[in-house]
């Protein structure tokens, strides 16, 4: 299925050249990342309590402001501390779920490689009806079966996450088996575990670090579309795609409330896209081997 | 392959023949795992087939004639043998069969799926080869931008948005639904479009069109980005090859060497591409589908989940994972009777 294609498709030189060559992009791209992961860590801490969850009626709907930066929403929240509150579950989440699911992709692909010809090829089977779930679809089925929350999102997105990660690492594990110093090794006796966990492992995992800033920003969108059609984070959630949710009914009279958030999620998204650009040209002699 | 397959027909057919089976193979372990899910839920299947009311011995004749008193090994070739049939259950909340639900609501999404794949390619296409032939100008670096940027809005947050834009403030498109209300078309192929036109009524189909415009574009922006990219690095390697220098200093004209050397041998992975976007497209018109009030698939299984409908939960992501399986088998058929290279070098390995 669909073998013609890798999966992760190494971009060529020049687009990294121009995008990484913006002026200033590679100094200004990993900031941007390291203080919106910063933010995400300590976000729920430094926002006042009052002002993120308790509705005030009173002053709902009020436009940006000295005293509401980004304005308040429908329940009279204050927009731009929700937005800080919400980069907890919002990136952090995405971070637990790429990693969630490189670990499995990382495991299917090493069983892949270890356990001989059958095992790879149904692995592989087993990758490609896990690739043909649409990872919305999917979080929709697993909603049903666990109920819609924040958690439910994160283990259906690992659940449909894992399938690239580990055809890209098999590909990559493959070719670094047939490497000459793992055919020494090989020779000199050593265990096919040993084999695998000190050579061909350590050796086939700098794929992962290229692709995890990329994949951190689609988990993102996808992310907050699930919180959107009611399986993702609930209310009173400050998660960023709940809150666009929860505005979305008064866009006519308090677009901030719907745009400000959906702006911070295009941010992080872009951002960690751009990361994951200049990454791989950093990586990019062992990312060309293949 | 051992078997001897020496004219290109048969060799043809044998690789025809292990992709579908290959497919096949992928549609049951899909088979499998929806099943899976189904038994992992909690809860009495039996009494929520029977609904709420049913008494003990209702419960207990429809446990029996569901099989769920039988083994799970038999359970799910009992499961197969009933998707063979094309049944998936029947949905709690509506009491209709799920794939006469689907049925229903599955044209409409194809049709506004295929009409995100149209814009993306007519649009992508032309920009990703301007691009490409400016390489590094002021052209290619405004496209580029424009994709970085598109590529990181979320598709929900742009379809409110652009509905609240263009649609309630400067009234150039329809806000929601598939249809103005005056209009009125008999559904035969569930296609407003495709329904209107059979009908021989052109201005409804094109205020069907209207309706699905902005739904598409908005589905198809993040798609294009990816195609974008991925064709203009494959046309810049093709640009570079040596058999181009030689065409150019031959004298062939510019817009004969891009359409008959440079695109033909570019657009391989980009139809594969394609072919896999559509089936995440499906998956993300259930986005889209929410904020423009369109009936789909995507409403169908939003609203299933909602109400806890366990068996049209299911059947829609079944259908869908199987459209997915069914698309890229298209794909793979394409591309086998675009690239005869491609046949030598799959059947030789």
């Keep these: 299925m669909a073998a013609t294609l890798p999966v992760f498709v190494p971009e060529r030189r020049s687009w990294r050249r121009t995008v990484s060559g913006l002026p200033g992009m590679q100094l200004i791209v990993p900031t941007v990342v390291v203080l919106l992961l910063v933010l995400a860590i300590v976000g729920p801490l430094i926002a006042p309590d009052a002002l993120v969850y308790r509705s005030d009626i009173l002053s709902a709907l009020a436009p940006p402001s000295s005293t509401h930066w980004l304005g308040t929403d429908e329940q009279g929240r204050d927009v731009f501390w929700r937005i800080i509150a919400g980069a907890q579950s919002s990136l952090l989440s995405a971070v637990a779920i790429v990693t969630g699911f490189s670990f499995v992709g990382v495991l299917v692909a090493t069983l892949a490689t270890l356990g001989g010809k059958w095992a790879d090829e149904v692995l592989m089977r087993v990758v490609d009806a896990a690739l043909a779930f649409p990872p919305i679809i999917f979080a929709l089925g697993v909603a049903a079966a666990l109920g819609p929350s924040l958690n439910s999102a994160i283990i259906a997105m690992i659940l449909t996450g894992w399938p ?23 020779v000199l006796g050593v265990s096919r575990t040993r084999l695998m966990l000190r050579h061909v492992l350590p ?48 866009i006519a009279t308090a677009w901030w409330a719907a745009f400000t958030p959906g702006i ?27 | 392959m051992t078997t001897v397959a020496n004219n290109p027909k048969q060799q043809t057919a044998v690789f025809l023949l292990r992709k579908a089976a290959s497919s096949f193979i992928t549609l049951v372990g899909l088979s499998a795992f929806v099943f899976m899910m189904v038994k992992l839920i909690p809860g009495d299947e039996a009494r929520v087939a029977a609904g709420e009311n049913a008494s003990v011995e209702q419960v207990e004749a429809i446990r029996h004639s569901l099989g769920f008193d039988q083994p799970v090994p038999v359970q799910f070739v009992a499961f197969i043998g009933r998707l063979l049939h094309g049944d998936l259950g029947t949905s709690i909340t509506t009491h209709v069969s799920v794939t006469q639900g689907i049925q ?105 069109l209207q309706h699905l415009i902005l739904p598409a574009v908005v589905l198809a922006l993040p798609f294009g980005a990816q195609l974008y990219r991925m064709l203009r690095a494959e046309l810049i390697q093709v640009l570079a090859r040596e058999h181009l220098t030689v065409a150019r200093a031959k004298g062939v004209p510019q817009r004969q060497l891009v359409m008959q050397h440079v695109l033909p041998n570019s657009i391989g992975p980009s139809i594969t591409l394609v ?52 698309s890229n088998f298209v794909v793979d058929i394409l591309q086998l009777v675009r690239d005869p290279r491609l046949r030598a070098g799959q059947l030789g390995a």
């Design chain 1, 164 to 186: 690239v990660t580990a055809r890209v690492l098999r590909g990559v594990m493959k070719e670094t088996m047939s490497q000459p110093f793992v055919e020494n090794a090989r």
């Design chain 1, 203 to 250: 050796n086939s995992l700098d794929v992962l670090v290229v692709k995890w800033a990329g994949d951190v920003g689609n988990t993102i969108l996808i992310l907050g579309g699930l919180s959107f059609v009611g399986v993702g984070a609930q209310p009173p959630s400050a998660e960023w795609g709940a809150m666009v949710t929860s505005a979305k009914g008064v």
């Design chain 1, 264 to 290: 911070a999620i295009a941010i992080t998204a872009t951002a960690f896209g751009l990361l994951g650009d200049i990454l791989q040209v950093r990586f990019n002699p062992a990312l060309r081997k293949r």
């Design chain 2, 104 to 208: 229903q609501v599955l044209p409409q999404t194809i049709e506004l799926v295929l009409l995100a794949v149209l814009i993306v390619v007519t649009v992508v296409v032309p920009l990703a080869t301007v691009s490409a032939l400016h390489r590094d100008g002021k052209i290619d670096y405004t496209f580029k931008i424009l994709v970085i940027v598109s590529a990181g809005l979320p598709t929900f947050w742009l379809a409110l948005l652009l509905q609240y834009g263009l649609g309630t403030k400067a009234q150039l498109f329809p806000i929601s639904g598939r249809l103005s209300r005056n209009m009125h078309v008999p559904t035969r192929t569930g296609s407003v479009v495709l329904d209107s036109l059979l009908a021989g009524n052109p201005l409804a189909a094109w205020d069907g």
């Design chain 2, 275 to 326: 072919g896999i976007q559509f089936g995440a497209m499906v998956g993300a018109a259930v986005l889209v589908e929410s904020v423009f009030g369109l009936v789909g698939i995507g409403s169908y299984l939003t609203n299933a989940v909602s109400q806890k409908d366990t068996f049209a939960v299911l059947g829609g992501v079944l259908v869908i994972g199987a459209l997915v399986v069914v």
